[in-house]
């Protein structure tokens, strides 16, 4: 027999676009069209209702870019339209274009009662109407397509005050449509065999069988009578569609999904209205569709909802009582991992699961992460501690470099916590559970031949619209079809079920989930990342205190403050805007809301300190670091004062600053050209190099700007070797350099007794695409770099051996890393960002040096063209530091500077722990408002430890709990008596390695 195989295909292609697709419009009317712009931001319905709208033409242009215009659609259904095989229907064209829904122009549509009958999308445009006359309210907004085909330009559009004012959409139709079904349903068989055909060998008779079957429906349907010919076009599909799965066929189970992310290239309160969208298409779905399910993160999202959209969110709790509305996740956003504090990252669960407890009595039982850069180490323990048994992602397929070798797994934390792990193998969270999809899930599942089932989030994301009839219609016909993997609709539990039942001994990836892609994101936006770190330890500072005056009965514990305060902060910590990588609009937004944050804790702290303090008229010095500081204890306050700093002595030709405990010494350009030890005469400055060196480097990543830094960077660097001015003050040494358009002033200062180095630099940082790190070449023999994550470190290879070594050339530290030999190391602490990168090099005599390099700014131009431009302020120090001990000493003192207030004396800690490896990393009442303490521990360097913890006041009761705050028998092997302690007797705590242990106390 001849092959026609490809003149075949193309017929197909062609008949189903032109004659088919087409057809399924049988006929249409155009509707009546009237129109009100918003002046400025987004108003409720009954405000636009309730204003005059005048005639608007399809054809018309409407709207500025981020703005909003109702349109009211009336019109009478024709005499005769209707019946059994079409569906009346208002579709509408707001100017769409063909790039993905959630990314351009949306609407949403209201009953003129103010009910929500579903969203607008460019992929989901049709609304059912009738039987009576139509008459319709469309909420639609002009959201700009600022990524466009992403060639990382910069734009204005990511900021209303530049975005412009002309109209940017133009409305091409509104118009009553009979919508065949028939025709329909023949269009959605076409796309499922055509999709699944082309997947398939073409060697296998099942594919020449599906082309065979395809050619028949192109010669039985009347190109010119599709209509009526449509039914015998769908017959002569009918065997191929039957013919059910190969018993060894992939198993997809197919979650209904919206990724849509919290802000991005649109502000939140574009987000709220996105979920409003997104959600009311999926309970219209849930409608139509009785086996749909839809899972959706964020208690966040759910929150805006029930402020914002009450009636909707009533509609979505009904949902969720019937186990089709899904809460997933837990956490309060889908945040960042690799830089939210620990006690943050255990506050997503807090907040995010009290709500969903609160609001629908469900605890979701797995963490959902599709997209965030990189997973932290810590995550399996703080996830399994919130309660959770398994965790999704999908973002690793992102890899530039190394392939993970399982998609479902068991992934070991640090402390050596295990999750049930799953990377769905279709490589998407946005499915359109096309044949392509499906055979990719089918053909990259790594688990063949010992498990076969995976889960395939689908609907369209990012910036929403959530799943669509037509999936759906390809669901149904992939159930069990030849040649296709099986398709089930159904929850992520349901998924978890079976995969666990068939895989029940799956392999363990071991530590952190580096991504290998989006590095800059640990430095971009240096303002946000400083404010969240900055508001951590507010937050810190103002429920250590607030629960030490509450419980010694001197102040009311500000619950509702700190509530909203920690929302504040968990929100911006969603993984667009933590990282850096959202527009302009948003990057402002989080600023503003950080310096709310701000405004709203220092009084607290003040109040708080001042009621402790109590009267008279002495310096008391409050130290919230779990270390001692500033002559003050842990947790606790001392007289004043804090200690002076020394002054810099001359030593031509430079200056030394010398405390008896470290010496440094600068030469005439003020680079740090030695740092000695006292004790053991250590010098830390490699041989004949600088430490505290500035360093500017070409940044101009191939692609994704905010988002990436390319290795490439490191091949073009200018050193600041040079200084314009050194001047040596009674308490530091000042420096001031240049480069280009920008500004740098170093500070050096040196408080009597310590062994910290303290390295302000303030910059007015004027560069487009360039990098800014401060380096430490240091003069120790280090294999691997110890870095700071939630609740521990993690130890990373300073050299690259394996491509997994190479690949990992930028990585994110939290308050310190240490880099160490025996007995000898150093530290190098920060107080504003997250990126650092740790090579190894030669001396001259052979010995190898370590390079510590904090990245400190950089300056993208997408997709915020002025991203980190202006006056910057970060603080380092570096110190002697045998262990991680003392580095991690050094990175709480910097980032909880001591507070001076004026009072009678001092106050003892609250709490105090006797082993210096065990922190406190959180002191506050209770969540349930029972007036009960909580203190947050960790074992801090990784080893097993026992722990005395002592309360100033009686406890009647101490027990550990989980995150959550709840009794959590088996958590842990830590265990509490129940019984009374008097005020100080400790209380005996037994640690694993890097084990968090929530203690509850109840006062005596
Ligand atoms: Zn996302």
Request: proline residues 5%; without cysteine; aromatic residues 6%.
């Given at each position: 027999m001849h092959d026609t195989t490809p003149q075949i295909e193309m017929r197909v292609e062609r008949f189903v676009r032109e004659r088919i697709a087409p057809a399924v419009e049988r006929r249409h009317v155009a509707l009546d069209v009237t129109a009100w712009e918003v002046p400025d931001e987004p108003v409720p319905f009954a405000e636009a209702a309730a204003q005059s709208f005048t005639v608007f033409k399809p054809g018309t242009s409407w709207s500025r870019p981020w703005g909003t215009t109702w349109f009211r659609v009336t019109g009478e259904i024709p005499e005769g339209w209707g019946g059994p095989d079409v569906a009346l229907e208002m579709v509408v064209d707001l100017g769409f274009s063909a790039r993905q829904p959630g990314f351009q122009a949306e609407g949403l549509i209201y009953r003129p009662d103010g009910t929500i009958v579903k969203g607008l999308e460019p992929l989901n445009n049709a609304v059912p109407v009738g039987p009576g006359p139509v008459d319709l309210y469309i909420e639609a907004a002009s959201n700009p397509d600022v990524g466009g085909h992403y060639f990382y330009l910069p734009t204005p559009l990511g900021d209303k005050a530049t975005a412009g004012t002309e109209p940017i959409y133009t409305l091409r139709r509104v118009d009553l449509v009979e919508r065949d079904l028939t025709v329909y349903g023949l269009l959605q068989d076409c796309r499922t065999l055509a999709g699944l055909m082309e997947e398939l060998e073409a060697s296998l008779p099942r594919r020449a069988e599906i082309l065979r079957a395809l050619e028949r429906m192109c010669d039985v349907v009347d190109p010119d009578r599709v209509a009526e010919t449509a039914a015998a076009g769908r017959e002569a599909l009918a065997d191929v569609l039957a013919s059910p799965a190969y018993s060894s066929a992939h198993q997809v189970i197919a979650v209904g999904h919206a990724h849509i992310d919290s802000a991005w290239l649109w502000p939140t309160r574009e987000t709220i209205r996105k979920c409003a969208r997104t959600f009311s298409n999926v309970l219209a779905l849930m409608d139509e569709y009785p086996d749909f399910v839809f899972a959706c993160s964020s208690a966040q999202q759910y929150a805006w909802m029930k402020e914002h959209y009450p009636a909707l969110f009533e509609r979505i709790r009904r949902r969720v009582a019937e186990g089709r509305f899904v809460p997933v996740g837990g956490m309060w956003v889908e945040s960042d991992t690799n830089m939210p504090g620990g006690e943050a990252l255990a506050r997503q669960f807090v907040y995010g699961k009290g709500f969903f407890l609160r609001e629908f009595g469900f605890e979701p039982d797995e963490v959902w992460l599709p997209d965030s850069f990189g997973y932290t180490g810590a995550l399996p323990q703080i996830a399994r501690a919130a309660g959770a048994h398994a965790f999704l992602t999908q973002k690793i397929s992102w890899n530039e470099t190394n392939r993970m070798p399982h998609h479902t797994f068991w992934w070991e934390g640090i402390d050596g916590s295990r999750i049930f792990t799953h990377f769905p193998p279709a490589d998407t969270y946005n499915s359109d559970l096309s044949g392509a999809d499906l055979a990719r899930a089918q053909r990259q599942y790594a688990e063949k031949g010992v498990s076969n089932v995976s889960l395939t989030p689908f609907g369209f994301g990012d910036g929403g619209g959530g799943p669509t009839r037509e999936m759906m219609e390809a669901a149904a016909r992939t159930r069990s079809l030849e040649g296709s993997p099986r398709v089930e609709v159904g929850t992520p539990q349901r998924f978890f079920e079976l995969a666990r039942e068939t895989h029940p001994a799956p392999a363990t990836w071991s530590g952190e989930m580096y991504l290998e892609l989006h590095r800059g994101t640990y430095t971009s936006q240096a303002n946000t990342k400083q404010g969240n770190r900055r508001s951590e330890h507010l937050l810190r500072e103002a429920e250590l205190w607030s629960a030490t005056a509450a419980w010694r009965g001197l102040a009311d514990y500000p619950h509702e403050t700190l509530d909203d305060a920690w929302r504040t902060v968990l929100l911006q910590q969603f993984h667009d805007i933590l990282p850096g990588s959202s527009i302009a609009w948003v990057h402002q937004e989080a600023e503003r809301n950080y310096a709310a944050v701000a405004a709203a804790l220092e009084p607290l702290i003040d109040e708080a300190q001042r009621a402790l303090a109590g009267p008279g008229s002495a310096p008391v010095v409050f130290n919230t670091a779990p270390v001692a500081a500033a002559g003050a204890p842990a947790l606790g306050a001392a007289a004043g004062p804090v200690p002076a700093r020394v002054a810099p002595v001359v030593a031509d030709p430079g200056w030394v600053l010398d405390n008896g405990v470290v010496r440094a010494v600068f030469d005439a350009t003020g680079l740090l050209v030695s740092f000695v030890e006292a004790s053991s005469g250590r010098e830390l400055v490699a041989a004949g190099e600088a430490a505290a060196l500035?360093?500017?480097?070409?940044?101009?990543?191939?692609?994704?700007?905010?988002?990436?830094?390319?290795?490439?960077?490191?091949?073009?660097?200018?050193?600041?070797?040079?200084?314009?001015?050194?001047?040596?003050?009674?308490?530091?040494?000042?420096?001031?350099?240049?480069?280009?358009?920008?500004?740098?002033?170093?500070?050096?200062?040196?408080?009597?007794?310590?062994?910290?180095?303290?390295?302000?630099?303030?910059?007015?940082?004027?560069?487009?695409?360039?990098?800014?790190?401060?380096?430490?070449?240091?003069?120790?023999?280090?294999?691997?770099?110890?870095?700071?994550?939630?609740?521990?470190?993690?130890?990373?290879?300073?050299?690259?051996?394996?491509?997994?070594?190479?690949?990992?050339?930028?990585?994110?530290?939290?308050?310190?890393?240490?880099?160490?030999?025996?007995?000898?190391?150093?530290?190098?602490?920060?107080?504003?960002?997250?990126?650092?990168?740790?090579?190894?090099?030669?001396?001259?005599?052979?010995?190898?040096?370590?390079?510590?390099?904090?990245?400190?700014?950089?300056?993208?131009?997408?997709?915020?063209?002025?991203?980190?431009?202006?006056?910057?302020?970060?603080?380092?120090?570096?110190?002697?530091?045998?262990?991680?001990?003392?580095?991690?000493?050094?990175?709480?003192?910097?980032?909880?500077?001591?507070?001076?207030?004026?009072?009678?004396?001092?106050?003892?800690?609250?709490?105090?722990?006797?082993?210096?490896?065990?922190?406190?990393?959180?002191?506050?009442?209770?969540?349930?408002?029972?007036?009960?303490?909580?203190?947050?521990?960790?074992?801090?360097?990784?080893?097993?430890?026992?722990?005395?913890?002592?309360?100033?006041?009686?406890?009647?009761?101490?027990?550990?709990?989980?995150?959550?705050?709840?009794?959590?028998?088996?958590?842990?092997?830590?265990?509490?008596?129940?019984?009374?302690w008097a005020a100080g007797e400790p209380i005996e705590i037994a640690f694993r390695p890097f084990e968090i242990v929530t203690l509850r106390l109840r006062r005596g």
């Open positions: 500035l360093q500017v480097f070409r940044d101009t990543p191939n692609q994704w700007d905010a988002w990436d830094i390319d290795a490439h960077y490191r091949h073009t660097v200018t050193e600041l070797r040079e200084a314009d001015a050194v001047e040596a003050t009674g308490e530091a040494l000042i420096v001031r350099r240049s480069f280009h358009r920008s500004t740098f002033t170093q500070t050096f200062r040196l408080a009597e007794s310590s062994p910290e180095l303290e390295i302000e630099t303030r910059t007015d940082w004027q560069e487009r695409e360039k990098m800014l790190k401060l380096a430490f070449p240091l003069a120790v023999h280090a294999d691997r770099a110890s870095s700071e994550v939630q609740f521990g470190h993690v130890q990373r290879p300073t050299h690259a051996n394996t491509s997994w070594d190479m690949a990992r050339f930028e990585t994110a530290a939290h308050r310190w890393v240490h880099v160490g030999e025996p007995g000898f190391g150093a530290a190098v602490a920060n107080d504003s960002t997250y990126g650092h990168d740790i090579t190894r090099r030669w001396a001259p005599d052979g010995s190898t040096v370590t390079l510590v390099r904090e990245s400190l700014l950089r300056a993208p131009r997408f997709p915020d063209p002025h991203a980190d431009q202006g006056e910057h302020v970060l603080r380092t120090a570096l110190r002697p530091a045998p262990t991680v001990l003392e580095a991690l000493d050094t990175g709480y003192r910097l980032n909880l500077p001591v507070r001076t207030v004026t009072g009678g004396g001092p106050v003892a800690p609250l709490v105090t722990v006797s082993s210096t490896a065990v922190v406190v990393e959180a002191v506050k009442l209770a969540e349930d408002r029972s007036g009960d303490l909580v203190v947050r521990l960790y074992e801090a360097r990784g080893g097993r430890t026992r722990a005395r913890v002592e309360v100033s006041e009686p406890v009647e009761r101490a027990w550990t709990t989980d995150l959550l705050e709840r009794d959590a028998a088996g958590l842990a092997d830590t265990v509490v008596q129940s019984s009374a």
